[in-house]
């Protein structure tokens, strides 16, 4: 050793005094608590992946049932009718969405909720008669009085509804 660096001694009795901090041997509870520790960092960032992927699946969901839509939609005779009825559609969808927020204990505004849908439903249903009836909302006015049925009762109703409106445009002219 050079002359120029210090010297250090040893002073064993200092050491054996135990002022000298020992490193600290992990307890039982402290490995647990690193386990809960570990595993609540695991759920935390495994929830925020499923909620990002359940997020994008909703996303390309929804894009697939808006394009399947797009090619079956119906083939209306008047624009005006294809236009109302595309724009209830997309109020339905808007409206379904929205249901999927409301808490179940909310009934009043489930309820709300459900009878927009009612409607819209009802109203698209007239949309696609009054534009498949050559007496168009005619036909409409005469099957809105009997009460909205989907079996084939409600295709007879429909079918008599066209044949009076028929007559009656008929007779007017």
């Known amino acids: 050793m050079s002359e120029s660096s210090p010297r250090l001694e040893l002073n064993e009795d200092l050491l054996l005094a135990g002022d000298i901090p020992q490193p600290k041997i992990p307890t039982a509870a402290d490995k647990s608590s690193d386990l809960v520790d570990t595993v609540e960092l695991f759920k935390t960032i495994l929830d925020s992946k499923l909620g990002e992927l359940k997020s994008e699946l909703i996303q390309q969901q929804d894009s697939l049932k808006r394009k399947i839509k797009?090619?079956?939609?119906?083939?209306?005779?008047?624009?005006?009718?294809?236009?109302?009825?595309?724009?209830?559609?997309?109020?339905?969808?808007?409206?379904?969405?929205?249901?999927?927020?409301?808490?179940?204990?909310?009934?009043?505004?489930?309820?709300?909720?459900?009878?927009?849908?009612?409607?819209?439903?009802?109203r698209n249903k007239k949309i696609r008669i009054a534009d498949s009836s050559p007496a168009g909302w005619g036909t409409v006015k005469e099957y809105e009085p009997n009460a909205v049925a989907s079996d084939s009762e409600d295709e007879r109703k429909i079918r008599q509804a066209e044949t009076r409106a028929i007559r009656t445009s008929k007779e007017k002219s």
Do not use: C, H, M, W
């Not at 939609?73 to 109302?84: D, P, S």
């Not at 724009?87 to 249901?99: H, I, P, R, W, Y």
């Open 70 to 122: 797009e090619d079956v939609t119906l083939k209306f005779k008047g624009e005006g009718n294809r236009i109302q009825y595309t724009f209830n559609e997309e109020l339905l969808e808007t409206v379904n969405k929205l249901s999927k927020f409301i808490p179940s204990s909310n009934t009043q505004a489930y309820r709300l909720v459900f009878d927009l849908t009612d409607k819209l439903k009802g």
